[in-house]
C-alpha cells in the first residue's frame, strides 16, 4: 500500500449541503493533490496543495476548496453540494523537488449526493 | 485545453492473448504515467516515462513513450486474470501546473480463463 490514508471511506450527503474530506499524505511527501473520478471515468484534477499553498487547480467551481496543514495532511471542502458531485474523491501525495513528480493515491472516499 | 485520448474503452481477451492500450495527447507531455485500477479500487502508480522515445519494462508489461511524447503505449503479454482493471495513462504537459495531471479514460480490460 502507498501510506495514503482518507477518511471517511464512505459519506452520503443531500443536495446544498456541505462536506469536509481528509487525506493524510504518505510519510516524507510534501505535496497533495486532490481528483475526483465520477463513474467510468478517469480521474479530473481538483487542485495541488505544496507547502500549505494552493499549486494548481483544474477546471472545478470556488465551491470546492481546500486546506493543506503543516503536517502535510489536506482537506477538501465542497460547499452547496449538487447531485453531480457523487464521485469518488481521490487524494495523491507526491515529493516535489523540482522534477517530475510520480503521484501515490490512496483509497479514496465515496461520495453519494441525494 | 489539454486533452487525453485512450483507447479503446474496453478490451476483452483470453487468457493467454497479449493487451495493448494506446494513449494520444494533444499537446506534447512532459512526462506520462500509467496507473492500474482494480474494480471498486484506486488508481495504483505502474510507471513514469520522461524521455522521449523511452521503452520501459516491468515483467510482462512493456510502456513506451513515443518520439514526439505526445502518445505513448502498454503492452501485456500472454495475459493472466490478475491483469483484470482498467488501466490509465495520465499526462502533463509543460504549461501546465505541476500538479495537473491529466487522465485519460481508461481501457477495461476482462480476461477469460
Known amino acids: 500500500e502507498t501510506g495514503v490514508t482518507q477518511s471517511p471511506t464512505h459519506l452520503i450527503k443531500t443536495r446544498g449541503q456541505q462536506v469536509t474530506l481528509r487525506c493524510s499524505s504518505q510519510s516524507g511527501h510534501n505535496t497533495v493533490s486532490w481528483y475526483q473520478q465520477a463513474l467510468g471515468q478517469g480521474p479530473q484534477f481538483i487542485f495541488q496543495?505544496?507547502?500549505?499553498?494552493?499549486?494548481g487547480r483544474g477546471n472545478f467551481p470556488p465551491r470546492f476548496s481546500g486546506l493543506q496543514f503543516p503536517n502535510y495532511s489536506s482537506e477538501l471542502n465542497v460547499n452547496a453540494l449538487e447531485l453531480d458531485d457523487s464521485a469518488l474523491y481521490l487524494c495523491a501525495s507526491s515529493l516535489n523537488v523540482g522534477g517530475p513528480e510520480t503521484q501515490y493515491f490512496g483509497p479514496g472516499t465515496r461520495l453519494l449526493v441525494l | 485545453g489539454q486533452q487525453v485520448m485512450q483507447i479503446p474503452q474496453y478490451q476483452h481477451v483470453q487468457e493467454g492473448e497479449d493487451f495493448t492500450t494506446y494513449c494520444n495527447s494533444s499537446?506534447?507531455?512532459?512526462?506520462i504515467q500509467w496507473y492500474k485500477q482494480r474494480p471498486g479500487g484506486h488508481p495504483v502508480f505502474l510507471i513514469q516515462?520522461?524521455?522521449?522515445?523511452e521503452v520501459k519494462k516491468q515483467k510482462r508489461l512493456t510502456f513506451q513513450f513515443g518520439e514526439a511524447k505526445k502518445n505513448s503505449s502498454l503492452h501485456i503479454t500472454a495475459t493472466q486474470t490478475t491483469d483484470v482493471g482498467t488501466y490509465f495513462c495520465?499526462?502533463?504537459?509543460?504549461?501546465?501546473?505541476?500538479?495537473?495531471?491529466?487522465f485519460g479514460k481508461g481501457t477495461k480490460l476482462s480476461v477469460k480463463p
Open positions: 516515462l520522461v524521455k522521449s522515445g
Open positions: 495520465a499526462g502533463r504537459d509543460y504549461g501546465g501546473s505541476q500538479g495537473n495531471l491529466i
Open positions: 499537446t506534447t507531455l512532459s512526462n
Open positions: 496543495y505544496y507547502r500549505e499553498e494552493e499549486n
